[in-house]
């Protein structure tokens, strides 16, 4: 059995992957952003809990630390993301929340933790209606538009997913657009179907099925999907890594 960790597992997708790989009879080491968040999943820490804020460089640093200190995960799910209307909400750095908690947090995990066998990166269909703007990555020039920022943030980590698979062969590294789904950041109204927005993640992470023993792909619904052109572009990935090392100050390869 597989030893998995997924970050986010307090609350919607993330807590049904921890749920469901528990119930396949895997390890899974669960993330929580505050110690009071992690009394909900107490029963869930199969193989431990790791506590920070992924919207902080020095906490997102702290969990990488805590994951190394209880050994190597077979397998990383990166679910934690958020979607802010209102503005752009700065972190400590001066980043934008969404930059900071949907890309920066799970390339900085990436570059830190021991290298697990397989990555499973959650984008967003809503990634196909933008293009990256690298040179303002943060939303520091132009005047914030929620949607357009959470969607420029999931092509890149959708990116992200595709560099690592590229530059990295030894990690079946992959990203996966759940749908638009009634979890707390969804809406009620969402309409998509619950129970396939996390399957793929889950089995991507864990299943011996060869056709999910595969690198580089974009999947919704265990089917492989057609992303961004920007996505499979090893320039636009390229730009993309040497944009977030020189953020993070951490340099993934």
């Known amino acids: 059995m597989a030893r998995i960790f997924i970050t986010g597992s307090t609350d919607g997708l993330g807590l049904f992957n921890a749920r469901t790989l528990i119930g396949q009879g ?9 110690k009071e968040r992690a009394t909900a999943v107490d029963d869930l820490a199969s193989a431990g809990v790791v506590i920070g804020d992924l ?51 799970p ?36 005047r914030w538009n929620a949607s ?14 595709a560099a690592v698979a590229r530059r990295d062969p030894d990690v079946l590294s992959n990203s996966v657009d759940p749908g638009w789904v009634p979890t ?3 809406g009620a109204g969402a309409p ?11 089995w991507l992470a864990a299943s011996s099925d060869p056709a999910a023993l595969v690198t580089g792909q974009y999947w919704h619904h265990r089917r492989h999907q057609r992303p961004a052109p920007e996505v499979d572009d090893p320039s636009f990935q390229d730009q993309l890594l040497d944009t977030l090392a020189a953020i993070t100050g951490t340099a993934l390869f």
Do not use: C, F
């Open 148 to 161: 357009q920022a959470y969607s420029e943030s999931k092509l890149y980590v959708a990116a992200l997913a």
């Open 55 to 105: 919207a902080s460089d020095s906490e997102t640093r702290s969990i990488a630390e805590q994951m190394n200190a209880i050994g190597r995960m077979d397998a990383v799910i990166h679910n934690a993301g958020v979607y802010l209307s209102n503005s752009r909400i700065t972190t400590l750095e001066g980043h934008s929340r969404t930059l900071a908690v949907n890309v920066l947090a």
């Open 107 to 142: 390339y900085l995990l990436t570059a830190l933790v021991q290298k697990p066998d397989r990555l499973v990166y959650v984008t967003s269909g809503m990634h196909l209606g933008v293009r990256g703007d690298l040179a303002d990555i943060d939303w520091t020039r132009r």
């Open 26 to 34: 895997h390890d899974v080491v669960v993330h929580a952003r505050t």
């Open 184 to 186: 707390k950041m969804g």
């Open 192 to 202: 998509d179907d619950l129970e396939l927005g996390h399957d793929t993640q889950s």
